[in-house]
C-alpha cells in the first residue's frame, strides 16, 4: 500500500512538472555573477528549486547528525538496560528460612 501511495505522488509530481515545462517554455535572461545566459523558463524554475531542495537538505543535516547520535546513544543505554533485565532474571533467589 505504501508504494502505490509513493507512485502515486511520484506520478502528481511528474505531471505537475511536466505541465510546468510546457507552460513555461518562453526563453527568460538569467544574470549571474559572471555574466548572463538565455534559457527556458521551465529550466530556471527547476533550477531554483533542485538548489533550494540542496539548501533545505544541508541545513538540515547538522539536526539529523545530532538526532542519528542521540539515537545511537539511546540504544546503547537500552542494551545495557536489557541485559541488566536478563541478568536480574536469571539471578537465583535467596530463601530466608
Known amino acids: 500500500m505504501?508504494?502505490?501511495i509513493l507512485l502515486i505522488i511520484a506520478l502528481a509530481?511528474?505531471?505537475?512538472?511536466?505541465?510546468?515545462?510546457?507552460?513555461n517554455l518562453?526563453?527568460?535572461?538569467?544574470?549571474?555573477?559572471?555574466?548572463?545566459?538565455h534559457l527556458p523558463l521551465a529550466v530556471v524554475l527547476i533550477i531554483a528549486l533542485v538548489l533550494g531542495i540542496l539548501i533545505g537538505a544541508l541545513c538540515l543535516l547538522p539536526a539529523v547528525i545530532r538526532a542519528r547520535a542521540r539515537a545511537r546513544r539511546m540504544q546503547g543505554k537500552l542494551d545495557a538496560l536489557e541485559?541488566?533485565?536478563?541478568?536480574?532474571?536469571?539471578?537465583?533467589?535467596?530463601d530466608a528460612h
Open 83 to 94: 541485559k541488566e533485565v536478563h541478568n536480574l532474571r536469571h539471578v537465583p533467589l535467596r
Open 26 to 37: 518562453s526563453y527568460v535572461q538569467v544574470g549571474y555573477l559572471f555574466g548572463s545566459t
Open 13 to 23: 509530481i511528474f505531471g505537475l512538472t511536466l505541465a510546468l515545462v510546457l507552460v
Open 2 to 4: 505504501r508504494r502505490l
